[in-house]
């Protein structure tokens, strides 16, 4: 019998992967119908969700997230982010039933297999900060996030619908932009990248158009700090892995939530 082949990174990432779910399991169809009924229940208002139970370790903190990851996929920037940023809670959205029971079920296994020797209220876990709901975000976003509560809002990889008469489902529209921007507190930051340079010219122009947004470059987020999340946002989903594996062009957009002019 081959020997199987041990960790090159140690006993606890061996255990990891020992654990963790596999995608084979959780596949599916790459989009959804984000205008078809979905047995999905939502919170009336923020306020009557019930984040403790997404964030265990912050219950009775008050905390609510402050990235959002739309369409989060199979959660690949999620899980990038949450250890540069423990104290910053982060939530998924994704429609699809097997992708976000995957990310779900992946979550759960980095808790358990990350748990630190000795912890405390004041030091959570690894992996504490971040969760996943089901959810259409096209429809139902100000039911998650209170008003101005977000500071970074991502768009990645998201269904090109290339079909004209199917632009009316593409995830940045003039009335999408307004509830972002409502979520959004003034100065936080919309991520977008796509492959599909149609798309880029899309988001980018409807954003421009928005009233509420300012267009900020990379190096502007890089000497800001932001450096750690635009590499995740290049590098860390199965999309973005699959476009530097096929050698394609990756269009990053970013704008900031500005307040608004008053006379």
């Not at 169809?29 to 912050?58: G, I, M, T, V």
């Not at 990851?69 to 690949?76: E, N, Q, S, W, Y």
């Not at 992996?127 to 039911?143: C, D, T």
């Not at 921007?181 to 796509?194: D, E, F």
């Amino acid at each position: 019998m081959p020997k199987r082949k041990r960790n090159a990174d140690g006993p606890r990432a061996q255990e990891q992967n020992d654990v963790l779910p596999q995608k084979r399991h959780y596949r599916q169809r790459a989009h959804a119908n984000p205008f078809s009924d979905h047995a999905l229940s939502y919170p009336p208002s923020p306020e009557q969700f019930d984040w403790d139970a997404h964030y265990p370790a912050f219950a009775g903190s008050g905390k609510t997230p402050e990235f959002a990851d739309v369409g989060c996929g199979f959660g690949g920037l999620l899980i990038a982010l949450a250890p540069l940023f423990p104290s910053t809670l982060m939530l998924g959205m994704e429609i699809r039933v097997q992708v976000s029971q995957y990310v779900h079920d992946r979550i759960v296994a980095l808790r358990s297999t990350s748990a630190p020797a000795d912890p405390s209220p004041d030091t959570p876990g690894p992996y504490q900060n971040v969760s996943i709901v089901r959810a259409n975000s096209m429809k139902f976003m100000p039911n998650y996030f209170p008003k101005h509560s977000l500071s970074a809002l991502f768009f990645l990889f998201p269904d090109p619908h290339f079909k004209a008469r199917k632009h009316k489902a593409r995830i940045i529209s003039p009335t999408l932009l307004a509830e972002y921007a409502y979520i959004l507190k003034p100065g936080g930051i919309v991520y977008t990248i796509t492959d599909v340079k149609d798309l880029h010219d899309w988001m980018r122009t409807h954003l421009e158009q928005f009233p509420l947004f300012e267009p900020v470059s990379e190096q502007e987020l890089r000497d800001e700090g932001k450096g750690p999340i635009v590499d995740a946002v290049y590098t860390s989903t199965e999309e973005g892995k699959k476009v530097e594996r096929n050698k394609g062009d990756k269009w990053l957009a970013c704008f900031r939530r500005i307040e608004a002019k008053r006379d």
